[in-house]
């Protein structure tokens, strides 16, 4: 009798060394399944990611406006840029690249002052240099590094001050018809980018711009992270197919 009390402990004994080795490989199995989509993300989140494509080209040759939203020459964002306007040069588009990070202006003071003095605005700073091309452009692409999960300062206070173009009393017209997001920052998440993306979005709705393309470079912070970044490639077919 205690034999057999002996021999079906054993045996139960072995069911549960079993059971407890299966119940170890699955979590093994499911650590090593986990870490493999952890790796796969990190892994293809900080390599570039591009949220639309270039449409395709709508014909003819255009003035495009480049709108770079860094102080920093050299830096991150004005590379991406300048890879857009080699591209699109190389197509035959006219294109200028103006750095709203080194030519400052102030945001608008919604003074109301817009057309008074027969210019878009009546504050004397960076933007007198800005309207001039504003009011020639076919195209505007916005390249700026992520700041604080929106646009750069920079180009946001151009963005405010092409508010007398939105006037109903204005005295001229943007003739933009089209629009691109190039866009570039440390972290690893494309979804960091949502909020400037949704700017993006309405600001083409409101104005009746064309989306040409969105480009988000994840993963580049430090000055000359985007030397030699397969982005660049990107953001040059994407300026040759404007
Ligand atoms: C004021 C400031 C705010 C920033 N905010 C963010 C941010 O919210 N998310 C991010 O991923 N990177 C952020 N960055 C990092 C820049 O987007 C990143 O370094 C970028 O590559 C800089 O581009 P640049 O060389 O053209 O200036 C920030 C940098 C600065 C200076």
Redesign the pocket.
């Known amino acids: 009798m205690q034999m057999q009390d002996t021999a079906r402990k054993t045996a139960a004994d072995g069911q549960v060394s079993l059971r407890r080795r299966f119940v170890g490989a699955g979590v093994a199995v499911l650590l090593a399944a986990a870490g493999g989509a952890l790796y796969r993300h990190f892994s293809s989140t900080s390599s570039i990611r591009v949220e639309s494509f270039m449409t395709p080209p709508t014909g003819g040759t255009k003035r495009i406006l480049v709108l770079t939203g860094?102080a920093?020459r050299g830096?991150?964002?004005?590379v991406l840029a300048e890879a857009f306007a080699r591209g699109a040069r190389s197509a035959g588009h006219t294109v200028e690249v103006f750095s709203c990070g080194r030519t400052p202006m102030r945001a608008c003071m919604h003074c109301e002052g817009c057309w008074s003095t027969g210019k878009p605005c009546v504050l004397e700073d960076g933007f007198e240099q800005l309207w001039p091309q504003l009011e020639q452009a076919d195209m505007l692409v916005f390249c700026s590094?992520?700041?604080?999960?929106a646009f750069s300062g920079h180009i946001k206070c151009a963005i405010d001050r092409m508010y007398p173009y939105s006037r109903k009393d204005r005295l001229r017209n943007m003739p933009v018809q089209e629009a691109v997001l190039l866009m570039?920052?440390?972290?690893l998440f494309p979804r960091?980018f949502a909020g400037a993306a949704e700017s993006y979005r309405q600001m083409l709705g409101f104005r009746h711009w064309k989306d040409r393309g969105r480009l988000f470079v994840t993963g580049?912070?430090e000055?000359g992270?985007m030397a030699g970044h397969r982005a660049l490639a990107t953001a040059e077919s994407m300026g040759r197919n404007a």
């Open positions: 860094s920093r830096g991150n964002s004005e590094p992520l700041y604080w999960y570039c920052g440390e972290s960091s580049v912070h000055f992270a």
